[in-house]
């Protein structure tokens, strides 16, 4: 029996830039079906856990990849040159290691005279301590995914640190909940979607194939208690689920949001409201599928996202678990 964290540290032992999620969808698909659940891919690598029940059907979504690098050009000194897979922030990327999915170790660095505020991913470069083309293209060709290189970490009071977060931690609630759920009419049918950094493709199809009743995503939201990000939006780190009421995607269903909000005032269990002003999820895609799903989301308060240091609060993860459970087992979401 995995506890949350076991599912979460062996999601961590897989790497899943957006287009190259196979390595998790297997690790996924190896826990789901050792507690007897039936997985299957889809055309675009979707994994589907089906946990059938005789009640409405509920897509539950959480999006497998990651955001990463895509070796574009290896020049003549070996320096290889890459693009974005999804959302980098530039700032985030100097001299930070990184690790191919082959394992082959480097560090980005950039064009030593460009100013800070004149560098963009054009003027950076990966280097893996090549001399010339050809011993770097022993080791890297053109269309070859990396990520940030870095390890799930454990902090004081509870935090953890590592990359990808966003969204290991959605991936981790949704396949630990689905496997303890006791007594659930729901039939579930739960996406691990995949390319939802780079516009919430996965989704698309999965949710248009599924013809679900409604949908619950899990994903990762912006802690807003980090010096600077005062006035931005109130969710923190230790303050509870966080409960979508908006992104620049989807307006959370008020169905949704009123079960989601009765269930956790009715179980004492911690929640936020969360109000996002830039970005979205993979409910964008979902909501607006077929003649329309309506959908609604759960997320988990992470502070620095996108980088290579996301740090969240264990007990905001084990309450957004928490309260998808109990939405599941009491059937609290009716349509
Ligand atoms: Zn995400």
Redesign the pocket.
Known sequence: MYSLKDVLKKLYKTKSPSGFEGETASVIAEIAESAGLSCELDALGNLIVRRPGVGKKVLIDA?MDTTGFLATYVDEKGFIRFDALGGLSVAELHNTPIVFLNGTRGTVSYEQKTEIKDRKISSMFIDIGADSAESAKKHVLPGDAAIFAGELCELSENRICAPYL??RL?CAIALYTIINLKNCEYDIYAVFSVQ??VGCRGARTAAYLSDADFAIVL??TDSCDSPGFDGYGETKLSGGTAIKIMDKAVIAHPTIVSAMIECAEKNKIPYQRDIVTAGG??GGSIHLTQKGIPTGGISVPVRYMHSPCEIADMSDVENSAKLLSELLETQAIIF
């Open positions: 999006h966003d969204n959605g939802e950094e994903d990762v999820t993979d």
